[in-house]
């Protein structure tokens, strides 16, 4: 779009902290203020087909697109027609189309993700018990809401088993409640994890169900959530604007 090679925008963004002090850069910084960016780096890690990219916030493309249109000393042709041909639609709809990417198929696809895995474990666990992934629901159905993909990336039963887990044995609830037993749990086809299916899971008493309950909410959600969340974005499993909106679903629980 821009007329320039993947290696000049790959220099510019790795060393942006450099660049932005030269007279390419400065250029380019003031036409991001007036969009308003005020990001230290120019893109946000993120994931294509398993493989790590750098993907390029909206501010950003625009803001570039502008400098090799009409700042720089010699401008690109092919940034000029791309110019032209984003004042004829908007930026989103632009790059939607040429991807096929639709927001609503995004939403349709994270129900489908949860609802296979429900559907998978409605009968499995034994009467009198309940299941961790069932329970969840309470958090997942906020997260697709919120514009979360739902995927074997961010679905946060396993970090929410093993803190309950862990809380279960050191407040002995085996006295309270009754000891929690194994049942097989299923991963749809689709999922990595269906590699090894079936699953061990642990199924606890149907009384401690108000007490698990609570804990989600306050404590699972409010302190450890975030974690759960900023890990992901670390080991690159999802991007930092998704963790924001699984973050933002919860906001009137999590504490800044």
């Not at 002090?21 to 120019?42: C, F, M, Q, S, V």
């Not at 009198?128 to 329970?135: A, L, Q, S």
């Not at 670390?234 to 699984?246: V, W």
Request: proline letters at 7%; aromatic letters at 14%; one cysteine or more.
């Amino acid at each position: 779009m821009c007329g320039i090679t993947r290696t000049s925008l790959a220099e510019l963004s790795a060393n942006w902290n450099l660049e932005r002090t030269k007279p390419r850069g400065k250029e380019i910084a003031k036409i991001l203020a007036e969009h308003n960016y005020k990001d230290e780096n120019l893109f946000l890690n993120s994931e294509l087909n398993g493989n790590p990219i750098k993907a390029y916030p909206e501010p950003v493309c625009l803001s570039l697109l502008e400098y090799y249109s009409f700042v720089v000393s010699n401008p690109r042709k092919e940034a000029q027609n791309a110019f032209r041909t984003l004042a004829r639609t908007t930026f989103r709809a632009f790059i939607y189309s040429a991807t096929g990417y639709s927001p609503e198929q995004r939403k349709i696809q994270s129900w489908k993700n949860f609802h296979d895995r429900i559907d998978m474990t409605a009968m499995s666990v034994p009467d009198g018990y309940f299941g961790i992934f069932h329970e969840i629901a309470y958090m997942i159905v906020p997260m697709i809401h919120n514009g979360v993909l739902i995927s074997d990336k961010v679905v946060p039963d396993i970090s929410v088993g093993k803190l309950w887990a862990k809380y279960w044995k050191e407040n002995n609830l085996d006295a309270e409640y009754g000891k929690p037993i194994k049942y097989e749990h299923n991963y749809p086809s689709y999922y990595p994890q269906s590699k090894s299916n079936p699953q061990p899971a642990y199924a606890y008493p149907e009384p401690a169900l108000g007490h698990f309950r609570k804990w989600l909410r306050e404590n699972y959600i409010q302190k450890n959530f975030p974690k759960y969340i900023i890990s992901k974005i670390k080991d690159i499993s999802i991007p930092s604007k998704t963790g924001q909106l699984a973050i933002n679903a919860f906001s009137k629980y999590i504490k800044e």
